[in-house]
């Protein structure tokens, strides 16, 4: 018995197959048994033959192996790549906050702190002395 089905708790692959088997042969039987009886036709033989022939188990170990080398690769990109999202939603957020705050701000506001500023850093003097020295 397998890993995966003892973990699934499914058939094995190999008791799978032999019943797939069983199933043909006895498809097979069916099949002779109608063609010796004449009630089938020939195209209709050649159907249930490409039918039959087109009848596969997937591989169940091969496709669990290859969902776990996708879902790690998925998962090691995930840890790669989490720090820049966590950084980018926060400077993302901050950024929607503070343009939240100035876009409410009337315009008016600005230019009172625009005159305030350059009162406040010395623009109203530097003014009179470029005034005075004409």
């Known amino acids: 018995m397998s890993l995966w089905s003892t973990i699934t708790g499914t058939t094995p692959q190999a008791d799978q197959q032999a019943q797939l088997d069983a199933k043909k042969v006895a498809y097979d039987a069916a099949l002779q048994r109608r063609i010796d ?24 170990e091969a496709g669990a192996a290859e969902g776990f080398t996708e879902g790690l690769a998925e998962g090691w990109q995930n840890v790669l ?52 020295r004409r």
Do not use: C, H
């Open 37 to 60: 009886e004449g009630t089938i036709t020939n195209d209709q033989v050649s159907a249930a033959r490409d039918y039959e022939n087109g009848l596969t188990l997937e591989d169940t």
């Open 81 to 132: 790549t989490a720090p820049g999202r966590a950084v980018g939603a926060v400077g993302g957020s901050a950024g929607t906050v503070l343009w939240g705050i100035l876009k409410n701000i009337p315009w008016w506001a600005y230019l009172i702190g625009v005159i305030a500023a350059f009162f406040y850093l010395g623009g109203s003097l530097a003014m009179l002395r470029r005034l005075v």
